[in-house]
């Protein structure tokens, strides 16, 4: 079957707009994360749905990112008034319940913030 | 709060063995997991410890010590496409906490 999905692959802003990335997880998994993954570095935890209820969002670094999944299966992060410091990989992962349930991770959407 | 640390790079040998190190502190342990990743594509998964020993697939292994708070993981016969960054995390209680990642360098 189809692994998880990212649109878009690339994405360019213009500091200031708000942008939206959309993931389509592994059909039947129910939990999804989203992770932002800086240049060199390794995957940071942005926040977590199980279903549709995101029972964790501690890794939002503003009140200006917002996720959701309102009918638990594909997510959308949104980020407003974009900033230079927002360029980044953002990484989609899905599994098959939750815990320690291994997460299979989509492409990425590159962020470019100008 | 979690703390995972590995080697930024690592060059080694096409046909050799490396073995990549993880040291770990963090307030909940479900079990660890090594992914490959390269450049501009998504970490795949490789590995999942969650008892202390070895597990090994085909040309990788990985090893946990929970009391000592590391892992590494093994490559044999090295080949070229091991070319990428490896990546450790601890699993907590919903999430992954991820490394930095090493940058493996795989010359012929």
């Known amino acids: 079957g189809a692994g998880v999905s990212q649109s878009p692959r690339y994405k360019v802003a213009k500091r200031g707009q708000d942008v939206a990335l959309r993931c389509d997880p592994i059909s039947g998994h129910v939990s999804l994360f989203w992770y932002q993954q800086a240049l060199g570095q390794g995957p940071e935890f942005l926040t977590y749905f199980q279903n549709e209820a995101q029972l964790d969002k501690s890794g939002l670094p503003s009140d200006r990112f917002f996720a959701e999944r309102p009918e638990g299966s594909v997510s959308t992060l949104k980020i407003q008034r974009t900033q230079q410091e927002d360029s980044a990989v953002y990484l989609c992962?899905?599994?098959?319940?939750?815990?320690?349930?291994?997460?299979?991770f989509g492409p990425g959407t590159r962020l470019t913030v100008l | 709060g979690q703390n995972i640390d590995q080697p930024t790079e690592m060059t080694a040998t096409e046909g050799a063995i490396v073995q990549i190190n993880c040291t770990y502190q963090t307030s909940g342990f479900n079990g660890l997991f090594w992914y490959q990743q390269h450049a501009g594509e998504a970490p795949t998964f490789l590995s999942y410890n969650v008892l202390d020993g070895l597990e090994e697939k085909g040309r990788f292994s990985s090893f946990l010590s929970r009391s000592k708070g590391y892992s590494y993981l093994l490559l044999k016969e090295l080949q070229m496409k091991d070319s990428a960054s490896y990546l450790c995390a601890v699993s907590g209680y919903s999430t992954l906490t991820f490394g930095k990642g090493t940058m493996l360098l795989v010359s012929p």
């Open positions: 992962a899905s599994s098959l319940a939750g815990g320690a349930d291994t997460q299979y």
